[in-house]
Nanobody, 127 residues
Framework: DVQLVESGGGSVQAGGSLRLVCTVS??????????MGWFRQAPGKEREGVAA???????TYYADSVKGRFTISQDGANTVYLQMNSLQPEDTAMYYC????????????????????WGQGTQVTVS
């Protein structure tokens, strides 16, 4: 099976930065064609897509709410980062890493149901 492990969450003041890390292991981890996404869910709200990266060619996708502040990147095909700058209280949420095999697409990268594999999440709190 595929396992995803997130790390790097924490508490910061508004305007601060955090870097989240997602590491893939298990069966299929060497497969290079993966769409890896970061999602977040605040209390009482639906889970929403934040950013995604296609590990084969490095193409990236972002939610409008984080463009210019967050950057998704990769180290090989099995580690993905989310650099979050200029954090605001509205960024407070549990952040999840997700994976699906195959490509990322502009009209579907942020759809929760398209990702069969999920990490346990890491909490980000901005005050």
């Amino acid at each position: 099976d595929v396992q995803l492990v997130e790390s790097g969450g924490g508490s910061v003041q508004a305007g601060g930065s955090l870097r989240l890390v997602c590491t893939v292991s298990g069966s299929g981890y060497t497969y290079t064609r993966k769409c890896m996404g970061w999602f977040r869910q605040a209390p009482g709200k639906e889970r929403e897509g934040v950013a995604a990266i296609y590990t084969s060619d490095g193409s990236t996708y972002y939610a409008d709410s984080v463009k210019g502040r967050f950057t998704i990147s990769q180290d090989g095909a099995n580690t993905v980062y989310l650099q979050m700058n200029s954090l605001q209280p509205e960024d407070t949420a549990m952040y999840y890493c997700a994976l699906r095999f195959g490509g990322c697409y502009l009209d579907s990268w942020s759809i929760v149901s398209r990702y069969p594999y999920w990490g346990q999440g890491t909490q980000v709190t901005v005050s």
